[in-house]
């Protein structure tokens, strides 16, 4: 498929079309080392584009996936005690998005990965206020406690914003957060005198992880990673 010129480098975030069209006036732009003075040029997937003498990589769509983490897997590249990773549990072809946050080895549910780095730098960001929600079954409730997480606490120094939390039944806890610290609902929900047997995170932001079985994973679609943008 070919493009105008001027579509392409404003496609690849090198400038706006006006920008690119004044570019190529300047004589700064070259297509397979042939320098263009008219914006009506057209090129394809098989053409060296240069701004300045510097190669122009297309843009790459942005892509965002759901994936079921199992029980006792690290979401990390490597371990360096050895335990199985997420990339261990993905196709080959996965292995190089990077996950958005973490779920800690003994948490399940849905995580994100992407190959936009900086769509999974600012979905982490605690100014983000993206919602996370889980279902927590604890061995006890203590509504007292429960009350002080509600609220908002600190722990060893940390301060931790308010939860949502709706007791289900006697075990099962659902658990809304915004901030995403490390491990923060099993370190709150400890502190409240609920402590945690298993975790199990059944969203992120706008994104379900409905009947996704364990260890699969799903693309989302352009309108889904759209909504998702729109909250940050």
């Known amino acids: 498929m070919t493009v105008r010129i001027a579509k392409f480098l404003s496609d690849s975030g090198i400038a706006s079309r006006r920008g690119a069209e004044d570019m190529i006036s300047h004589g700064r732009v070259a297509i397979n080392g042939r320098v263009i003075d008219s914006p009506v040029e057209f090129v394809d997937d098989t053409d060296v584009v240069t701004v300045d003498g510097v190669t122009v990589r297309p843009r790459v769509a942005t892509k965002l996936y759901s994936f079921h983490k199992p029980i006792n897997v690290m979401t990390t590249v490597r371990d360096p005690m050895g ?64 009350s002080r997480a509600r609220a908002g606490i600190t722990v060893d120094g940390i301060s931790y ?72």
Not at 104 to 124: I, M
């Open 83 to 146: 335990r199985r990773t997420i990339y261990d549990c993905l196709p080959a072809e996965y292995k190089n998005l990077r996950y958005v946050g973490r779920l800690d080895f003994k948490t399940t549910g849905l995580l994100l990965l992407t190959n936009d780095g900086e769509l999974a730098r600012r979905l982490t960001l605690p100014s983000s206020h993206i919602a996370r929600e889980y279902i927590a079954t604890v061995n006890k409730i203590d509504n007292a406690g429960l």
């Open 161 to 232: 914003r308010p939860m949502e939390i709706e007791i289900m039944d006697a075990n099962n806890l659902r658990v809304r957060v915004t901030e995403g610290k490390k491990n923060e609902v099993r370190i709150v929900l400890r502190s409240c005198g609920c402590p945690v047997r298993k975790l199990h995170r059944v969203s992120f932001g706008t994104i379900k992880l409905g009947n996704l079985s364990v260890g699969k994973i799903r693309e989302e679609s352009q309108k889904t990673i759209d909504a998702l943008i729109k909250t940050l």
